[in-house]
């Protein structure tokens, strides 16, 4: 079984629409992380969570809402995208907020926006 | 793109051939920096770490060196094979920071 999984693998949609990204990971982990790889894959922090708690908030514009139900799971909600929002979104989890614990990365969700 | 991609620094090497690769961190505050490889389409996934109170560490076919003195940390690989080609990432940890990742070199293993 895949240690992080993402949901979609592909996201291709229109400017102004909502989009959602789901995240799981399987690990027994208590923090989970969203990175956006941009296209010079230079990978930027932009949440963390521990335990469901909102731990790290970069610099993101607010149309990026971050859910996570239970400490298993990180969802990414998009509202009104734009085309600088087209990039490679990471799902990541650690044992604990240490940030020296290793970071297991999930596959990537490849968001076009058009 | 992958296009832009390919503006990444890239190392070209034979295969069997020994790599390395440098990266530069920018903070002397850092305590743990670990090295991560990206496969084309997948996610970045932890090859091997070290602690500032360390300056060599080696794991199987790679090793890291880390000077302080000069902020640089490299990833050696041993006997480079194709499967090694990927894009490879260091990342430094400031104490009570998060965990910030360099740019990335990609390593293109030629037959």
């Given at each position: ?7 979609p693998?592909y996201l ?97 969700t490849?968001l076009?926006?058009? | ?111």
């Amino acid at each position: 079984d895949t240690a992080v999984s993402q949901t979609p693998k592909y996201l291709v949609t229109q400017m102004g629409n909502d989009k959602s990204i789901k995240c799981e990971q399987n690990l027994g982990h208590d923090t989970m992380y969203w990175y956006k790889q941009d296209s010079k894959k230079f990978l930027k922090i932009m949440f963390s969570y521990n335990n469901k708690e909102l731990i790290i908030n970069e610099t993101v514009p607010n149309r990026f809402s971050p859910k996570s139900p239970d400490k298993a799971h990180l969802n990414l909600h998009i509202n009104s995208l734009e085309l600088g929002d087209s990039a490679v979104y990471f799902c990541a989890s650690s044992m604990t907020s240490g940030s020296s614990d290793t970071q297991y990365f999930g596959p990537g969700t490849r968001l076009t926006v058009l | 793109g992958e296009s832009v991609g390919l503006h990444l620094p890239t190392l070209s090497v034979q295969e069997g051939d020994n790599s390395i690769i440098n990266c530069a961190y920018s903070n002397s505050a850092s305590d743990y920096f670990i090295w991560y490889k990206q496969e084309s389409g997948k996610g970045p996934q932890f090859i091997i770490d070290i602690r500032s109170n360390m300056d060599k560490r080696q794991g199987q076919r790679v090793t890291v060196l880390l000077n302080k003195t000069v902020k640089h940390l490299s990833l050696q690989i041993a006997a480079t094979q194709p499967g090694d080609s990927a894009v490879y990432f260091c990342a430094e940890n400031i104490p009570g920071n998060k965990l910030t990742f360099g740019g990335g070199t990609r390593v293109l293993v030629k037959p």
